[in-house]
């Protein structure tokens, strides 16, 4: 997994190789729709991914040969397309997205849109609906200090027009940045090898 991380999201040839695949997850859509890069362990050589349908409960979990990824395009680069969609997208997400990508720029972290409203930039799929979620992912490496802190609270309270789902990636796993916020003390981080409830998320778990 040292060229995959989770969240991304890949294209290959041969696609994946799973014979028990559902019905919905046909030739035509498993050529158009990308397959998402999932938290957990493998053998060397296999990464572990999730396919997503059209609907919120099409959703299935197997594995592809590394070798056989074709393209990668991972959330950073889709933030890119985060002020200016491609046209023919249109929801509130997408509006919510192009209000706060200002604020998760001046951060200065590695960012980017994941789940559905990724999942439509990259690949031009209709999967949004108009309560769709927005799921962001940012990349920060260490404890925020007083001022990210704040400029974290901004970017949250920024969302209000529809459920916000901001992860936050520490290295070593991800974790909800609402679940910090709410000062409980431990947070579930989500890692390789399983979820883990911890005080440290920055640290190795």
């Known amino acids: 997994m040292d060229a995959w991380r989770a969240h991304d999201l890949l294209w290959g040839s041969g696609l994946p190789d799973d014979a028990s ?19 957990a362990s493998s053998a060397p050589g296999r990464i572990p991914v999730g396919l997503r349908g059209r609907l919120r409960s099409e959703r299935h979990a197997c594995e592809v040969e590394s070798s056989a990824v074709l393209r990668r395009v991972t959330p950073e680069m889709l933030a ?25 720029d001046a951060t200065g972290w590695a960012w980017g849109p994941t789940g559905g ?7 031009g799929l209709p999967v949004l609906r108009a309560d769709s979620d927005l799921d962001l992912l940012l990349r920060i490496a260490a404890p925020p200090d007083a ?25 070593h796993g ?32």
Do not use: M
Not at 82 to 95: E, Q, Y
Not at 117 to 123: I, Y
Not at 149 to 155: E, N, Q, T, V, Y
Not at 176 to 193: F, P
């Open 117 to 123: 409203v990724g999942f439509a930039l990259a690949s």
């Open 80 to 104: 890119r397309l985060a002020h200016t969609p491609p046209s023919g997208f249109d929801c509130t997400a997408l509006d919510a997205l192009r209000l706060v990508a200002p604020l998760l």
């Open 174 to 205: 991800g974790f909800a940045y609402a679940e910090w916020a709410a000062g409980r003390g431990r947070v579930l981080l989500k890692t390789d090898h399983g979820p883990v409830l911890t005080a440290t998320p920055w640290e190795q778990a």
């Open 147 to 171: 001022a990210q802190a704040d400029a974290l609270r901004a970017i949250a309270a920024t969302v209000t027009a529809c459920r916000l789902d901001l992860q936050i990636d520490t290295g």
């Open 21 to 39: 695949l559902p019905a919905w997850a046909d030739a035509a859509w498993l050529q158009a729709a990308p397959l998402v890069v999932r938290r």
